[in-house]
C-alpha cells in the first residue's frame, strides 16, 4: 500500500510538471517585442519594434497602437500601473521616455536626450511613484535617471565607471530590478558583466569578454535570492556559463547542474523555487532555485513577467508574439 500511493504521488508530482505549456495569444503586430507588464491576470502592456504599444484589459484578446510620431522607435521597456497608465522606453536617436495616462490613446513625451551614444537598455519601478532608468555608457559612466513621481518627470545623472567594453543589453527590460523603494540592483555585459548592488560591484561568473556576452537578465525574490542570466547572443544555442543563483545575496554564486538551453534574455521568479526564463532557443522552468532547468516550449521568447498583484505569467518576443504560460 505504501508503494501504491508512492507511485501515485509520483504521477501526480509528473503531471503537475508536465501540464504546464505556453498558450499563444497573439503574433504578426510587430516585427518584436521586448517590453512587457503584467499588472495582474488581464491587464498586460507590452512594447515593441516600429512604435507599437499592444494592450488587454482581459488577459486574453490585445488591441494595438502606432505611437504617432515615433514611428521608427523600437519602445524596449514598458512599464504599466492599470488599464489606463503606462510609460514606455524609446532605446536611441533620440532616446525617448513617454507616458498615458488614457490607456495609450495619447502620449506625452517625459524624457528625451539626443546626445551622441545615448542609448537606454531598462527600466523599474519599485511603486507607483519612484522609477529608474538604465543607459549605456556616457563619457564612461552608465547612465541613470531617476523618477519620484510616477514618471512625470526624469532626473539625469551619471551612475558608475564603466569598465572598457562594458554595457548593458536592452533585451527584456529585466537588467535592473528594485529591492524597495529607494534601493536598485542592475547587471552588465560586454567584455565585464558585473552585479552592482548598493556600493558593491560583483563580477559575475557569467561568460564574458566579447560584446555579445554577458549579464542580460537579473530576478530577485528577496534581497539574499537572486537569479541572473545571459550568455551569447551571437551564439544562442550555447549553454556555456549563461546562467547563476545565489541565495546569500551575491556573495557566492552557484552555476546550474543543469543550464537553459542556450542563450537567455530573460528571468523570473514565479516562487521562491520555481523559476522560468525564455530565450531565442525556447523556455525553460526550474522547480528547484535555478539549479536544474527543463525545457517547456522551443519557441523563442525575449521577455516573460509575472503579474505584480496575481499568478498570471506572460510572455512576448520576436514576430509580435504574445503568449501566457499555462502553470
Wanted: proline share 2%; glycine share 10%; aromatic share 10%.
Amino acid at each position: 500500500m505504501k508503494y501504491f500511493f508512492s507511485f501515485i504521488s509520483l504521477l501526480l508530482f509528473s503531471a503537475e510538471l508536465f501540464a504546464q505549456h505556453i498558450q499563444l495569444l497573439d503574433s504578426t503586430h510587430t516585427k518584436s517585442i521586448r517590453g512587457l507588464s503584467v499588472v495582474n491576470d488581464k491587464i498586460v502592456w507590452v512594447s515593441g519594434a516600429n512604435g507599437v504599444v499592444g494592450r488587454s484589459v482581459d488577459g486574453k484578446t490585445f488591441t494595438w497602437k502606432t505611437v504617432e510620431g515615433f514611428e521608427k522607435t523600437d519602445f524596449r521597456d514598458i512599464e504599466a500601473f492599470d488599464e489606463s497608465t503606462a510609460i514606455i522606453m524609446g532605446i536611441d536617436t533620440p532616446a525617448v521616455i513617454l507616458k498615458t495616462v488614457d490607456g495609450g490613446k495619447s502620449w506625452k513625451k517625459v524624457f528625451e536626450d539626443k546626445r551622441t551614444g545615448m542609448f537606454l537598455d531598462a527600466m523599474e519601478f519599485s511603486d507607483k511613484k519612484n522609477g529608474m532608468v538604465i543607459g549605456d555608457p556616457i563619457d564612461g559612466k552608465i547612465f541613470v535617471a531617476i523618477t519620484t513621481n510616477g514618471g512625470t518627470s526624469w532626473t539625469p545623472s551619471m551612475g558608475p565607471t564603466a569598465e572598457k567594453g562594458e554595457a548593458m543589453f536592452a533585451s527584456s527590460g529585466t537588467n535592473i530590478r528594485a529591492f524597495n523603494k529607494k534601493e536598485f540592483c542592475f547587471i552588465t555585459g560586454g567584455t565585464c558583466s558585473r552585479l552592482f548592488i548598493g556600493s558593491e560591484k560583483i563580477i559575475l561568473p557569467l561568460l564574458q569578454s566579447k560584446e555579445s556576452t554577458g549579464a542580460n537578465s537579473i530576478a530577485i525574490w528577496d534581497k539574499k535570492t537572486l537569479a541572473i542570466v545571459g550568455g551569447d547572443f551571437a551564439h544562442a544555442d550555447l549553454t556555456d556559463k549563461n546562467a547563476v543563483f545565489t541565495s546569500n545575496g551575491g556573495k557566492t554564486f552557484s552555476t546550474p547542474t543543469t543550464p537553459p538551453l542556450g542563450y537567455r534574455s530573460c528571468v523570473e521568479y514565479l516562487t521562491k523555487s520555481k523559476l522560468i526564463t525564455c530565450g531565442m532557443t525556447g523556455v525553460e522552468v526550474s522547480e528547484n532555485g535555478g539549479d536544474t532547468w527543463r525545457n517547456i516550449s522551443s519557441t523563442s521568447f525575449h521577455v516573460v513577467r509575472k503579474a505584480k498583484k496575481s499568478k498570471g505569467v506572460f510572455l512576448a518576443g520576436s514576430k509580435g508574439r504574445v503568449a501566457k504560460l499555462i502553470w
